[in-house]
């Protein structure tokens, strides 16, 4: 029949350009966007009937180890029932502050706590290993004036800064509630966002420890007079809030800082000069919109992560202009969603690794799906 060969020929068609444009689709290259999903077996059940309290910090070393900062202060009586006296309950033990995984989710060590020759800090929250294989950490209790730096081991190294009273932000001698650290290997200088008491940047060498420089915001003296609380509909502020939340400094020399309640990223140079600054869903209030940032670790160091702990997303942002080309997660509790995703970090092949707080107190890993590296 003249109708049903023309069906025939017009289905023909169309299988063949199907066929067409399955075979010769353009395959994943390097400029694919990163693209991810959660791996809810990481990590691999703690020992010794441990758990973990809210994670203040997590971050990767250059073996593609994942180091995390818990607080077990912050445990309720029910969570910790093994471990009060008489027991409550069979479970749980609050596990050590810090605690080292590989890729897999397998614990390879764990350490942390009082100890002799230093005061331990009030309230975990930032952790950074460098090359050197040292590890420094970061409280911000309100006596926390204080970055400590151990072995991966847990000896003792040094500190920066003192426990004690908060001295203000034009203080090089201490430190005010500082967030979270970073090591530029290159220079061997070692980068403070300063922090829930200060609102400033501040840099030391990393080897001896000793001062080297600061800035606020848009690259000025930072000052410590009271803001107003912050207003989508005000005028940009000039200073820093509190907190200053996060530092990280790319290959190319450029410093992005997380202003976190005030909803934006602002990028300098290393000596402090100001460079621009970026804004992201400016309408959020509470605990603002840019809690942390993470580096794409391709060669160009393409993309930016920003963890988001108030809407609880990670945005991915083009580094060289700072715009959204993708989002993953959700405020719950299910795999994959988050409850204040306060911290992150990417590995070598890059996976993505997340550290909750409030009653959020877990970590998950983000496995990367696209070609986004090679």
Known sequence: MPGLRACERAFAFILGAVLIATTHAPPAHAGDIPKFEVDASWPKPLPHNWVLGQVGGITTDRDGHIWVLQRPRTLTDDEKGAALTPPRSKCCVPAPPVLEFDADGNLLRSWGGPGDGYTWVGNEHGIEVDDKGFVWITGNAPTDGVVLKFTTDGKYVGQIGSVGPIKGSNDTTSLGRPAETFVDEAAREIYIADGYANRRVIVFNADTLAFKRYWGAYGRKPNDDKQPPYDPKAAVAQQFGNPVHCVKVSRDGLVYVCDRVNDRIQVFKTDGTFVKEWFYEKNT????????????????????????????????????????????????????????????????????????????????KFKLTSDALH
Do not use: C
């Open 285 to 364: 209030l509470g605990n603002g919109a840019v809690w942390d940032i993470a580096i794409w670790p391709d060669a160009k160091q393409s993309y930016l992560l920003s963890a988001d702990g108030e809407n609880n997303e990670i945005r991915i942002l083009k580094r060289d202009d700072g715009s959204v080309v993708g989002s993953f997660g959700r405020n719950g509790r299910q795999a994959g969603q988050f409850h204040w995703i306060h911290a992150m970090a990417i590995d070598p092949k890059g996976n993505v690794y997340t550290a909750e707080v409030d009653t959020g107190k877990r970590v998950q």
